[in-house]
């Protein structure tokens, strides 16, 4: 096997979904795995030294995240600030109006502010 070149994850979807889940907010069993595997890939990519990627779709809600869910996702990035991180959006990340959509409506704008 050859080293890595990066960490890639994608379509988390992070969300406290009810369907096949247990608890509300941040004690919601599917919202936790998503989180946890979020971790997991920043854990691996500072492990190995090597930049992660995340191939869109954090969020469920299009445009936004619930203050829960942001919150836990900012509280995750800071702790891997030496890691390199490469993002690109998906729908489910961005909010569009009059049909286009620029960088500063997703999730990932509020991210980049707050946890670099």
Known sequence: ???????????????PWSAFSKGDGLKNTRLRRSLNILEAS???????????AFAGDLV????YALNTVLAAIIEIFLRYPDVPKIVVWGNHDARGIGGSITVDQTVWASLAQIAG
């Open 42 to 52: 920043l854990q691996r990519a500072e492990a190995v030294g090597v930049p992660w």
């Open 60 to 63: 469920h809600t299009a445009g």
């Open 1 to 15: 096997m050859t080293d890595p070149r990066f960490v890639l994850l994608s379509d988390l979807h992070s969300h």
